[in-house]
C-alpha cells in the first residue's frame, strides 16, 4: 500500500521587496532520466523570494519507489520542502511560475499527494537516503512541485542552477513502504539574552487505537530538524505511559548543515505512546523572536516510519505560556499537542 508523508509548513508570509530573474524552465537531462534541473534563478543581493513555485512533471505511466533523493541547490536557498501530486493538481506548464496564479498551498499538496523532500536550511547539497528496500511510493502520472525560499544575504547577486535527482528502485526490490510524522511548535516567543528550549509532546496512541486496535508498534527510519539561524538544537523522544523516554533522534548541527539523517538503529515505537519534541535556542537579540520566516524561527520535524498512517500536529498558536527555568538556566516552555492521522494508504 502507498505511504506517504503528511507534511505542513504553516508560513506567516510578508510581503518584501523581490528582485528575480527568471528564464525559460530547464529541460530534463535526456542522458539521466531521473535527474531533474529547474530554474535558473538569480537572487539579487539582499533580498528574499517567497512566493515563487516550481513544477516538475515525472512523466511516469507507473509509480515510482523512491528509495533516494538528492538536491544541490548552492548558496541562495534557505529552504525547500519536495511535493508529490497528480498532474491535475496546480495544473499548468512546468517550471517556475508565481504561486498564487494556481493557488498553491503545501497544504493542498499534502491533501492530494505527499512529502518526498525537505532541505535542511541552508544546506547546498543534501542526500535522503533510506535503507535497502524502503521507499516513498510516487503514484502514476505525477509531478513535483515545491515553493523554495530563496534568500540572499550577501553583497553580490546569486545565480542558481539547481536540481533534484530521484533514485527509485524496483517494485520487485521494495520491502518497506514509508509514511510520514510530522510535527511543529508554532508556539514560539525565544527570548532575548537567554537560551530556551520550547517542547510539545504528542500522543499517538489514542489514534493509533481508534484506527488500528493497537498500541502504537511502527519503526522511525529517518528524521529531519529545521529551525533557523537562532536554533541550536532538536531532539526527539519516546515516551512510555509511565513517563520514562528514549532518544529516537538529536542533532546539534547548525544551519547550514544537514540537519537530518538515518535513525540507525530503527527505532521501535512498541511500548511508546507519545512523542517529545524539543528545539533549543540560544537568542543575542535584544527582541523577543516568534514563529516566522526572515529573521523570525521555526521549531519543525519531520521523519518517514513504516506505520500504516501518517502522523502530523504540533502546537499551532504563537502564545507559549509562561516558563519554567530548569537548572542550566534554561527558560523551558511546553505546550499542548494537537495530534492527527490519516491513513496512508489514501
Not at 539521466?32 to 505511466?61: M, Y
Amino acid at each position: 500500500m502507498p505511504r506517504t508523508l503528511d507534511l505542513t509548513f504553516a508560513a506567516r508570509l510578508a510581503a518584501l521587496a523581490v528582485a528575480l530573474t527568471l528564464t525559460l524552465p530547464a529541460c530534463a537531462d535526456d542522458t539521466d532520466p531521473n535527474l531533474h534541473p529547474f530554474g535558473p534563478f538569480t537572487i539579487a543581493a539582499h533580498q528574499e523570494v517567497i512566493g515563487t513555485c516550481v513544477q516538475i512533471s515525472l512523466d511516469n505511466p507507473e509509480a515510482l519507489y523512491i528509495n533516494s533523493v538528492e538536491l544541490t541547490t548552492g548558496p541562495g536557498f534557505h529552504h525547500s520542502n519536495w511535493f508529490f501530486v497528480p498532474e491535475s493538481v496546480f495544473f499548468g506548464d512546468d517550471g517556475t511560475f508565481p504561486c498564487s496564479d494556481r493557488d498553491y498551498s503545501e497544504s493542498t499538496a499534502v491533501l492530494f499527494g505527499g512529502v518526498l523532500f525537505a532541505q535542511s536550511t541552508q544546506s547546498p547539497h543534501e542526500i535522503q537516503a533510506f535503507p535497502p528496500g524502503a521507499a516513498v511510493r510516487i503514484p502514476p502520472h505525477a509531478k513535483l512541485v515545491t515553493q523554495p525560499h530563496l534568500l540572499n544575504p550577501g553583497d553580490d547577486a546569486i545565480h542558481a542552477t539547481p536540481s533534484i535527482r530521484l533514485n527509485p528502485i524496483a517494485q520487485a526490490e521494495v520491502t518497506t513502504l514509508l509514511a510520514g510524522v510530522s510535527f511543529e511548535d508554532q508556539a514560539l516567543a525565544i527570548p532575548s539574552h537567554a537560551q530556551s528550549r520550547f517542547t510539545v509532546e504528542c500522543d499517538l496512541a489514542a489514534l493509533y487505537q481508534q484506527k488500528y486496535q493497537r498500541d502504537p508498534d511502527f519503526k522511525l527510519y529517518y528524521a529531519l530538524a529545521h529551525y533557523h539561524t537562532l536554533g541550536t538544537g532538536l531532539t526527539l523522544e519516546a515516551v512510555k505511559p509511565d513517563g520514562s523516554a528514549a532518544t529516537v533522534f538529536t542533532t546539534s548541527h547548525r544551519a547550514g548543515d544537514t540537519l537530518g539523517g538515518p535513525i540507525a538503529p530503527l527505532f521501535d515505537m512498541t511500548g511508546y505512546t507519545k512523542l517529545r519534541m524539543s528545539c533549543n535556542y540560544v537568542n543575542p537579540r535584544d527582541t523577543i523572536v516568534g514563529w516566522g520566516i526572515g529573521d523570525q524561527e521555526m521549531c519543525v520535524l519531520l521523519a518517514f516510519s513504516d506505520s500504516p498512517a501518517n502522523f502530523g500536529g504540533g502546537a499551532t498558536d504563537d502564545m507559549p505560556g509562561e516558563p519554567t527555568v530548569i537548572d542550566t538556566n534554561v527558560m523551558s516552555y511546553t505546550h499542548a499537542c494537537q495530534t492527527y492521522a490519516i491513513d496512508a494508504s489514501q
